[in-house]
C-alpha cells in the first residue's frame, strides 16, 4: 500500500539530510570464503552507540543460493523520489535491492517488519535479467526519481558491451536495458547523475572476462580509462572523456551533492607510468563537460620479500584506490587506499585543490596496521561510508574475491571499523567499534535511513 505522505527519511536538499537522526542500524554484504560453501549474506550492525548491543551484528539473512558475490546493493527509494518530475512521490525506503556479482542474481529484502533482520520477498533470476536486457553481472543500484537504476559489467558471455538497466518502483519487475544510444561507450562500471542538470555519468572497469579472474597483466592498457557523458532524458550517449591510457580503471563516481553544482569526483586505480592512483574532478566547462587530475598518491617502496607474487617485479605497494565518498555539503572527499591500508580525508572546499586533512592507517599489504583494540589487521580500507551529518566514517576490507587472493593471498581476514571525523578536518579511530569475521569478508555497507551516498537531491542547500 503506498504512502499517503512522503517517507520521513527523505529530504528535498543535502543540508535537510544533514540534520536528520543519528543512524542506528548498518546493513552490510558478506562474501562467504569458507569450506562448506555456505551462502553470502546481508548482515544488520548495531551502529547506535547508547545500545547495549552496539558494535555487535544483530540481524542475518542467508541467500537461498551458494556463490553470488553479494555486492553494491542500495535502496529501492531515497530523497530523489521528492523531484518534481518523480512520477512516485510516495514510495518508501523500504527495500533493498541486493545483486549477486557472480550469480547476476537479485534479491529484494523487505525492511519494514523488523529491520534488524530484512526478509527475502522476491528473487530475480539472472534468466529474466538476461532476456530483458541483454546484460550480467549486475554491479551497482541507486534509486532514481523514476525508477530502480541497476548497471551491469557485460554481457551474459563475458564479453560486453556492459551498460544500465532498470526495476519498476512498485513489483520490481525489469523494465529492460536503459540506453537508447550507447555511441562508443562498451566497458562499464558505476553511474551517477546531475538530476538537476538532466545529465548522467558513467565509468569503466572491464568486461567480466577481464574482471572475473583478477587483474591480467596482458590487458594492461585495455582496462578502462574514459568516462562516458549521457542526456538523461533521452538516455543518449553524448561525450567521453578520455582520462589517457595509462590510467587503468575508472571506478568510483561521486557527484556534487547540491543539485546545482556540477562536479564530481573519480578515482582511477593504477596509472601504467609509476603505479600511482588518482582522483578527478570532472566538471561542466562551457557547454562541454571536462575532467582534471586533482589529487596523485604515489606507490610506496617495499621489499620484494614482503610482496605477493603479482607485486614483486615492482618491489613497490600501489595505493589501489579502490572507493571515494563525498561528504553531504561537498566539503569533505575520503578515499580508501586499498593496498597501503590508509583512508584519507580532503578538504574539497575548492573541488579542484584538494587539501589532505586527516589520514589513518589500518591494514596494508605490507604495513598490517593494527586496529587500537588489537592484533596487526590485513586488507585495508575498501569500501567506505559516510553518515548523513559528515561525521562517522564505516570501513569493510573486503574488493572482490579473486582480487583478495591477488593482493592478499593469504586470505582476507574481515572487519569493520569505524572513524570519527573532525568537522574542521582530521580522523580518529573509534576503539569500540570493531567486528571481525571468521570465513566470511564484509563489503559494501549502507546506513539504515540514508548515508552520503545512498540518495540524491533535486532542491539546493
Not at 518530475?85 to 525506503?93: Q, Y
Not at 571499523?417 to 578536518?425: F, K, Q, V
Request: glycine fraction near 8%.
Amino acid at each position: 500500500m503506498a504512502r499517503l505522505t512522503p517517507d520521513p527519511t527523505f529530504y528535498p536538499s543535502p543540508r535537510a539530510a544533514m540534520q536528520a537522526p543519528h543512524e542506528q542500524l548498518a546493513y552490510f554484504v558478506t562474501l562467504n570464503t569458507s569450506a562448506d560453501k555456505k551462502p553470502d549474506a546481508l548482515c544488520t550492525l548495531d551502529v547506535d552507540p547508547s545500545s547495549p548491543t552496539y558494535g555487535q551484528i544483530v540481524g542475518r539473512t542467508d541467500m537461498p543460493n551458494v556463490g553470488d558475490e553479494l555486492h553494491h546493493f542500495g535502496w529501492n527509494a531515497c530523497s530523489s523520489a521528492l523531484c518534481p518530475t518523480a512520477p512516485h512521490p510516495h514510495v518508501e525506503r523500504r527495500y533493498l535491492v541486493v545483486p549477486g556479482l557472480r550469480s547476476s542474481r537479485i534479491h529484494i529484502l523487505d525492511t519494514r517488519a523488523d529491520p534488524r533482520q530484512p526478509k527475502i520477498v522476491k528473487v530475480i533470476e539472472p534468466d529474466e535479467v538476461q532476456k530483458k536486457t541483454s546484460y550480467s553481472r549486475p554491479h551497482t543500484t541507486h534509486c532514481g526519481p523514476d525508477g530502480i537504476y541497476m548497471n551491469a559489467l557485460g554481457a551474459p558471455d563475458g564479453g560486453g558491451p556492459g551498460g544500465l538497466f532498470v526495476l519498476d518502483h512498485e513489483n520490481f519487475t525489469v523494465k529492460g536495458a536503459w540506453e537508447a544510444d550507447r555511441g562508443p561507450q562498451y566497458l562499464a562500471y558505476d553511474f551517477w547523475w546531475h538530476l538537476g542538470h538532466d545529465t548522467l555519468i558513467t565509468s569503466e572497469w572491464g568486461t567480466p572476462n577481464m574482471v572475473e579472474d583478477g587483474v591480467n597483466p596482458e590487458l594492461f592498457g585495455k582496462y578502462g580509462h574514459q568516462l562516458h557523458v549521457w542526456d538523461l532524458r533521452t538516455r543518449k550517449h553524448r561525450q567521453s572523456i578520455d582520462l589517457g591510457a595509462e590510467q587503468q580503471m575508472v571506478l568510483e563516481l561521486r557527484p556534487s551533492h547540491d543539485p546545482n553544482r556540477t562536479f564530481g569526483f573519480v578515482n582511477t586505480v593504477v596509472s601504467l607510468n609509476d603505479l600511482s592512483s588518482a582522483i578527478w574532478t570532472w566538471h561542466l566547462d562551457g557547454g562541454q563537460w571536462a575532467a582534471k587530475k586533482v589529487i596523485e598518491i604515489a606507490a610506496e617502496p617495499a621489499s620484494e620479500d614482503d610482496l605477493p607474487p603479482a607485486l614483486k617485479p615492482f618491489k613497490a605497494v600501489p595505493p589501489l584506490v579502490t572507493d571515494i565518498n563525498l561528504s553531504l555539503d561537498d566539503k569533505f572527499l575520503y578515499v580508501s587506499c586499498w593496498g597501503t591500508g590508509e583512508l584519507r580525508q580532503y578538504d574539497v572546499s575548492d573541488p579542484f585543490a584538494p587539501r589532505l586533512t586527516g589520514s589513518v592507517h589500518l591494514g596494508g599489504i605490507t604495513r598490517r596496521a593494527a586496529h587500537p583494540s588489537g592484533a596487526p589487521l590485513n586488507g585495508g580500507p575498501q569500501m567506505v561510508e559516510l553518515s548523513r551529518d559528515g561525521r562517522r566514517i564505516y570501513l569493510s576490507n573486503s574488493l572482490y574475491a579473486s582480487w583478495d587472493a591477488q593482493f592478499y593471498p593469504e586470505g582476507i581476514r574481515g572487519w569493520i571499523a569505524r572513524l570519527d571525523a573532525d568537522p574542521n578536518g582530521g580522523l580518529s579511530v573509534d576503539p569500540k567499534l570493531f567486528v571481525e569475521f571468521d570465513g566470511e569478508r564484509p563489503h559494501q555497507i549502507h546506513l539504515g535511513g540514508g548515508d552520503a551516498s545512498s540518495d540524491s537531491y533535486c532542491f539546493p542547500s
